[in-house]
């Protein structure tokens, strides 16, 4: 049996040790008062867009505030422990969920963002869909062509390549499978560098080895003399209209309220980098111009439906590089805008999400859930707003100014569900699993793909009765041309003269593939023609 | 008994200001169905007496609505940890809760203090009772009924009162490991949070 539990880290250099004695780091626990802060270029959100976009700036020689609600913590803080990462390092801790409780959403919260959490796989956009951004909502410059030199230099500053160690057990699985199936499979490109494949990625790299923001660009841009804000909400965006002149924000105390405390930040150019829900909610807070009503529209997720497989053998889904292996067999199979497509990877299972996915309660859950370490979990990443009838969701505020976000699950997405439920059952009947269930309510294990095929035509596709996810929130900030786009192809908002939009927001419709290199390649694009403008080299 | 204790709710219910029924939310308009001393209760203007003693969220009552709840749901988990028992629980859940944001605690306590109507246990359990007043056998009863109420209101209380607790004892350490999950490396540098 697999048990890494009695394994020691030790000795990891930690580029945050000394934070306070090298760097320009205020904590907003500490703000009570008021005061003004300036700078040439404030950043609000410290994932992949606010992460980049600080290395780009602040090597170039600009002043640059960086502005992030979640706390500062890095691998010394990391106690691998689910319920600590949960609540420390993830938005609303894990109880962030779409408005009719239908789709759980799992979002970093945190210094560096999502990019301290995510499993690290690093995937180019999609041709097929940057060609669908230009074709149908006018964006320019974004032709893989453009873009790939972008992707390679990101590439090369995280460490991405394929992952060269074999597979976890978990991951084994889509081996398995689509090779008995003839299916389309590969290996994930993944951003580390000396991995110790142990598979806490989800809870913050305890080595280190996770090439997140968190160890690479933002400690890049503070050594170039950035200025980290933490626990600090940016509350709302001031302008008159046509220009933002400050950021109202508010530090929050070591359990997220308020101090009373208010920072304003003044800098002549504004990135709003708070990713998906965030940046339309800062949005909409500040009651930006949006003369066509867009802030918080076309919100894609990539719904994310699962499948738990029964194993003679160990798997322990715990342990491991958590996402090596992919399938494409069905993520552009109807063409990019016909039936929604799903890519094919495996997700990790520590116990609480575990029982949280598998659900029920009593007697058989319990049986369920202590059958753990033989059991592998595939997911289905369903590629949404390719489609004219799939508007995605859209972001509003509670009357506390906390966004939220209503995703109607329509028949077309609801039929995804159900084909990638089929999908992954067979894939992992062919790898050997000894029973399947697919992530239903109503669905049992399965003993047969034959079994499970006759069943699961008769099983109900409706929000709440199918299990679903996801972990890759896009658009709400559409980029396009002048008709169709908030911000133009350059990630400027259209309506405002000096606030940019460098993440996730901008994506016209999800990926098909996870978010992060996008964000990346786009945002280094993007970050480096506003540097030259600002500041030519 | 049960009866009284929605005549209680009833009675007690303060005046409900129009700016309070706006802000009642998903939930809050759903007790209005079930009559408008729901409304009242789910206000909490009539003066809600903050989190119970040891706990950073959880109020008295949410306890004693839950504390009957555990053993069924949690089925052997937690007899499976040497000396636990509901309240360890419950402590976990508060802990969870310590991760959310203001708005979706607001939304779970929301549905707590429905859950406190009568009403509204009969409408998704089938059964008037609180918890507290059924045999063990009898609440395993009343959440299967839950569960296969196919309400689409229905299945979002079970999901966002089930989920969240069943998560919250497997995210501790000690309910993890029952599962057979021998647990995480030691970051030698990380306090324990």
Redesign the interface.
């Known amino acids: 049996m697999q048990d890494l539990s009695q394994r020691k880290i030790q000795n990891i250099a930690d580029p945050w040790a000394n934070a306070d004695d090298k760097w320009s780091v205020i904590d907003g626990a500490t703000e009570t008062g008021q005061r003004t802060l300036e700078a040439d270029v404030v950043i609000i959100g410290t994932g992949a867009g606010g992460g980049v976009s600080a290395e780009i700036l602040a090597r170039r020689g600009l002043k640059v505030i960086l502005i992030e609600a979640g706390r500062l913590r890095s691998s010394r803080d990391f106690t691998l422990n689910e319920g600590d990462a949960y609540r420390e390092l993830y938005q609303e801790g894990t109880l962030r969920a779409t408005q009719d409780g239908a789709i759980t959403i799992l979002q970093g919260r945190t210094v560096g963002g999502t990019t301290v959490v995510n499993w690290t796989s690093s995937f180019r956009t999609p041709g097929e869909t940057l060609d669908h951004w230009r074709d149908r909502f006018g964006v320019t410059g974004t032709a893989r062509a453009d873009l790939d030199p972008y992707f390679q230099r990101m590439e090369e500053r995280l460490g991405v390549e394929p992952w060269a160690m074999p597979p976890n057990a978990n991951n084994d699985v889509i081996k398995r499978g689509c090779e008995k199936l003839g299916w389309d499979w590969s290996v994930i490109p993944r951003n580390v560098r000396g991995c110790w494949n142990i598979g806490y990625c989800g809870m913050g790299c305890p080595t280190n080895a996770k090439q997140s923001m968190l160890v690479t660009t933002l400690p890049a841009a503070m050594d170039a003399g950035a200025t980290l804000i933490h626990s600090a909400r940016a509350e709302r965006l001031i302008h008159d209209g046509q220009k933002v002149t400050a950021v109202e924000v508010r530090p929050l105390d070591q359990r997220k309220q308020p101090t009373g405390g208010l920072l304003t930040v003044r800098a002549p150019t504004v990135i709003a980098a708070g990713g998906g829900i965030q940046t339309p909610a800062l949005l909409l807070r500040s009651e930006t111009p949006d003369p066509r009503e867009q802030v918080g529209k076309r919100t894609f997720l990539h719904v994310t439906s699962f499948a738990f497989g029964h194993y003679d053998e160990e798997v322990a889904p715990y342990y491991g590089a958590p996402q090596s292996l992919h399938s494409d067999q069905f993520t552009f199979a109807d063409g990019v805008d016909g039936a929604i497509g799903y890519k094919l990877e495996m997700m990790p299972l520590h116990p609480g999400l575990t029982a949280a996915l598998l659900g029920g309660f009593g007697e058989p859950a319990r049986q369920q859930v202590t059958e753990l370490p033989r059991l592998a979990a595939s997911i289905a990443l369903l590629r949404d707003g390719f489609h004219e009838d799939s508007p995605g969701g859209t972001v509003s505020l509670r009357d506390n100014g906390e966004p939220q976000l209503d995703y109607p699950l329509s028949d077309y997405v609801l039929d995804g569900a159900r084909r990638s439920l089929l999908s992954q059952v067979e894939m992992q009947f062919a790898a050997g699993a000894r029973a399947v269930r697919p992530g239903h309510t109503r669905a049992p294990y399965y003993d047969s793909w034959k079994q499970a095929r006759e069943a699961m035509a008769t099983l109900p596709y409706q929000p709440l009765e199918v299990t679903l996810g996801s972990a890759h929130v896009m658009g709400g900030c559409a980029m396009g041309d002048e008709q169709r786009g908030l911000v133009d192809s350059q990630g400027r908002y259209r309506h405002l003269d000096n606030l940019y939009v460098f993440d996730g927001s901008v994506f016209p419709t999800s990926l098909g593939v996870n978010p992060q290199l996008s964000i990346y390649g786009l945002t280094a694009r993007n970050a480096q023609a506003l540097a030259d403008r600002l500041k030519p080299a | 008994m049960s009866q009284g204790t929605l005549s209680s709710k009833l009675s007690s219910g303060d005046g409900v200001s129009r700016r309070g029924f706006l ?1 009642l939310g ?1 939930w809050g308009a759903t007790a209005l169905t079930l009559g408008a001393g729901g409304a009242g209760l789910l206000t909490g203007c009539s003066g809600d007496p903050g989190p119970a003693s040891g706990f950073d969220y959880l109020r008295q009552k949410d306890l004693e609505l839950l504390r009957p709840l555990m053993a ?6 937690l007899e499976a940890v040497p000396g636990a028992g509901p309240d360890q629980a419950l402590a ?1 859940f508060d ?11 607001g939304q ?1 306590f929301q549905l707590l203090d429905l859950l406190q109507l009568g009403a509204a246990r009969w409408w998704l359990t089938g059964t008037w009772a609180h918890f507290a007043d059924q045999e063990p056998t009898q609440l ?1 009863d009343t ?2 009924t839950w ?1 296969d109420n ?1 309400g ?1 209101f229905a ?2 209380a079970f ?2 009162l ?3 607790l ?8 000690e ?19």
């Open positions: 802000k998903f069924p749901l949690l089925a052997g988990g976990a802990r969870l809760l310590a991760g959310g944001s203001d708005g979706a605690r779970l395993r959440l299967q569960a196919d689409g299945r979002l999901k966002g089930t989920q969240p069943m998560m919250a004892w497997y995210v501790t350490p309910g993890g490991r029952t599962t057979g999950y021998p647990g995480p490396p030691r970051n030698l540098a990380a306090k324990s949070a």
